[in-house]
């Protein structure tokens, strides 16, 4: 299954559950309930209680490919079952359906960005001011440049009209990525696919890349992957994401997984979650649990920095932490719930089949401090949630169970070592 907004309406009840784990006296509940709310809950709001679908600005030339794009983002061919259904004609605006996933997409197709114009010709400038419009008019969170390798090289006219765009646009043009489509046209005939067994098939990928990168003026470079640099640049830049190659005429398609990645990375939060939910992608959805880890793992640190009168650390840290696994579950389709998180802390040797044994939670994770019965410090606090998340993602995404303790130094190159 898949996240449902309108089930984190209840989120106030999930926390009295999780809640059920701590030691905590009932009319101290609210207090810890309300600590939560102000230091974790209204962070997730943006994620999941204003989630919105994502909007796609997609254009390229005739023959770059940018319908089979979609269809490989969207991690099914959209076309093909009817789920594609333009708002207007003129427009050409898609509202994408997910309605198992609980998502929608919003994609604009350009129209065909430079379809009328000969490979090498100059782009006409109605055509660059018909697509100011446009953006004006949709607002796009990410735009996405697909261009084939031939197109490239013989394009420099589409990146001066790109230029051209944002100049005409107030505050610029919004995130762009650039996509490098169809590089299977590299291999000569009886070479081998994919790219990582095809050394000369790789350099002519990566050769186009810095091409890009040279023509764009994106002197800093950084490959997505250290070591397999035919991946992808990200560029140090406020506008240009970066270039991606990628193949997806049929499946298995290349390198989208991380097309996809890098425009989860820098589409706006309340965005996110019906982005990643749609395509049911392993690596995005884990890549977003691994932010939230991230997030309740530095509230934790605030909340341990807190003097709240009557309320000790522990009441408030392990359901924040029971929390966590749930949402963690949730991301890799289970349910949004205590069962969830029972699940995971019965294999950590804490739920027995007799009940919830909220005071073996507490006292397990209240052991995972120096120092238990005593202040908790916000190093401390920070590094054994993030260890909790780690271990709970690890379990939840590969059916595989990690201790925590596995992911301390992990956890202390981010929160430091809090000893």
Same mark, same amino acid.
């Given at each position: ?34 600590? !939560? ?7 997730? /709001? ?58 929608? *997409? ?11 114009? @000969? ?6 400038? *109605? ?65 081998? *696919? @994919? ?22 003026? /994106? ?18 830049? /406020? ?5 991606? @190659?990628?193949?997806?005429?049929? /499946? ?66 392990? @359901? ?15 349910? !949004? ?83």
């Amino acid at each position: 299954m898949a996240i449902d907004p309108e089930k984190y309406a209840t989120l106030r009840d999930l926390l009295f559950d999780a809640i059920d784990f701590a030691p905590t006296s009932d009319d101290r509940k609210e207090q810890v309930v309300d600590v !939560l709310f102000e230091y974790v809950i209204a962070d997730l /709001e943006p994620l999941i209680d204003e989630s919105r679908p994502p909007r796609l600005y997609i254009f390229g030339r005739s023959g770059a490919g940018k319908s089979s794009l979609i269809n490989a983002l969207a991690n099914r061919h959209v076309a093909d079952v009817g789920a594609v259904e333009p708002e207007t004609v003129e427009s050409e605006k898609y509202h994408v359906q997910f309605p198992d996933r609980y998502a929608n *997409w919003d994609v604009v197709d350009s129209r065909g960005l430079f379809e009328s114009v @000969p490979a090498s010709g100059e782009v006409p400038d *109605w055509t660059v001011e018909k697509l100011a419009q446009d953006l004006e008019q949709y607002r796009p969170d990410v735009a996405v440049h697909v261009m084939t390798p031939g197109q490239v090289r013989a394009g420099e006219q589409d990146f001066e009209a790109v230029g051209d765009l944002s100049d005409r646009l107030p505050g610029g043009l919004p995130p762009l990525v650039y996509c490098l489509n169809k590089v299977d046209s590299h291999v000569a005939p009886g070479g081998d *696919w @994919p790219p990582e067994t095809n050394d000369a098939l790789a350099s002519d990928i990566v050769d186009n890349l810095d091409f890009v990168a040279g023509l764009l003026d /994106e002197g800093t470079r950084t490959p997505f992957d250290q070591s397999a640099p035919v991946r992808g640049y990200r560029f140090d830049s /406020e506008q240009h994401i970066g270039v991606f @190659p990628t193949y997806v005429r049929e /499946e298995p398609y290349w390198n989208v997984e991380t097309l996809a990645e890098l425009i989860g990375e820098h589409l706006p939060e309340e965005a996110v979650l019906q982005f990643a939910q749609a395509q049911r992608r392993e690596s995005v959805m884990r890549s977003m649990a691994r932010k939230q880890t991230r997030r309740l793992s530095a509230a934790a640190g605030t909340i341990a920095g807190l003097d709240v009168s009557g309320v000790s650390d522990i009441m408030v840290l392990t @359901p924040l932490q029971v929390l966590l696994v749930m949402l963690v579950g949730s991301f890799s389709c289970e349910e !949004l719930s205590v069962a969830t998180a029972k699940d995971y802390f019965t294999q950590l040797g804490v739920v027995g089949s007799a009940g919830l044994g909220a005071r073996k939670v507490a006292g397990t994770l209240t052991g995972m401090f120096p120092g238990a019965g005593q202040a908790i410090n916000a190093g401390v606090a920070s590094v054994t949630t993030y260890t909790i998340g780690r271990s709970a993602e690890t379990y939840f995404f590969t059916d595989e169970f990690v201790r925590p303790n596995e992911y301390l130094t992990e956890a202390r190159r981010l929160f430091g070592d809090p000893s």
